[in-house]
């Protein structure tokens, strides 16, 4: 086994953004801490690595973002206060956040785009095949995508991007993946990729989402990748390139996702993740769902 398939252990997760879209709120907090019913979005993101086997977490962060790492540390005043009220549950839920992985932090500096950020992490990384989570997309953990991924990272070598099939007058939202079928019903070969194309101009209607396994090539094609769409350096046109030369670092495949996403990239599908979040709760479903009938029936 080379070291670009060796048994991969370090996930990356980009937290550098503004979060323009939920101003004001995000204007002192960072949009990774906003609540998904009870837990900043950001754990949901941690949670999902740490079940893939990924427990070496690197977050690329940036100015105003300190509460993510206070968020992962110990907070001792609390847990001893909760402790002398005799509160063990919500001591618990305090502690499991810092017990959850071993994290560590870079700042990106200039937000030059994902491509940028990812590139941030290459003195961490190194030279071993690792994974990207962003935390506008949120896996259920009944559908361990991440998990799936990392099996076939190990199996064929290359990069793995997350692919969902999306209608076509959504494609233009996200990077567009040309694709072959392989004799496996979730497994694609990506042969290209564009990014946010208009729909006229996209290779199918295959979208990438927020979960990639990558060979550390990608870390000498990003230095030499220029700014893309927005001016930002993207990862998807490095990506891109690996499609057209495998010999720089394996092929990419792509796993097909026919699960639960929830996407909180935009105040209303934030909105309908913590709905349908809530809704699955043993501890809320019961009574949110049945206050949820009443008011859409008794309000709308």
Not at 35 to 54: F, H, N, R, S, T
Request: charged fraction near 30%; hydrophobic fraction near 40%.
């Amino acid at each position: 086994m080379n070291q670009s398939n060796a048994r991969i252990s370090k996930a990356v997760v980009p937290a550098a953004g503004l979060g323009t879209r939920f101003l004001p709120a995000t204007k002192a907090t960072p949009k990774e801490m906003l609540p998904v019913v009870d837990k900043p979005a950001i754990q949901y993101v941690v949670e999902e690595a740490v079940a893939a086997g990924l427990s070496d977490v690197l977050m690329v962060t940036g100015r105003n973002k300190r509460p993510l790492e206070d968020h992962f540390d110990r907070n001792y005043e609390l847990e001893q206060a909760l402790s002398r009220k005799g509160d063990e549950a919500r001591l618990a839920r305090v502690q499991e956040s810092s017990d959850l992985a071993t994290m560590h932090y870079v700042r990106q500096g200039d937000p030059r785009g994902l491509g940028h950020a990812v590139l941030c992490a290459a003195p961490h990384v190194g030279n071993e095949p690792f994974a990207v989570l962003l935390g506008d997309d949120l896996i259920d953990p009944r559908d361990p995508l991440l998990a799936r991924m990392v099996d076939v990272q190990e199996r064929e070598g290359g990069s793995v991007i997350a692919l969902m099939e999306v209608a076509p007058e959504q494609i233009h939202l996200y990077g567009s993946a040309a694709v072959e079928t392989t004799g496996e019903d979730d497994v694609v070969r990506v042969t290209g990729l564009v990014e946010k194309p208009d729909p006229a101009d996209a290779p199918s209607n295959y979208a990438v989402i927020g979960r990639y396994v990558l060979d550390p090539a990608i870390f000498g094609i990003l230095r030499e990748t220029g700014p893309g769409r927005g001016g930002e350096i993207q990862l998807t046109d490095a990506l891109q390139k690996l499609t057209e030369d495998e010999e720089a670092g394996g092929p990419v495949h792509g796993v097909v996702f026919k699960g639960r996403r929830y996407d909180t990239g935009d105040r209303g599908d934030y909105l309908r993740a913590i709905v349908r979040l809530a809704c699955e709760r043993e501890d809320l479903g019961p009574d949110f769902r049945a206050w949820l009938r009443s008011y859409v029936t008794e309000e709308m």
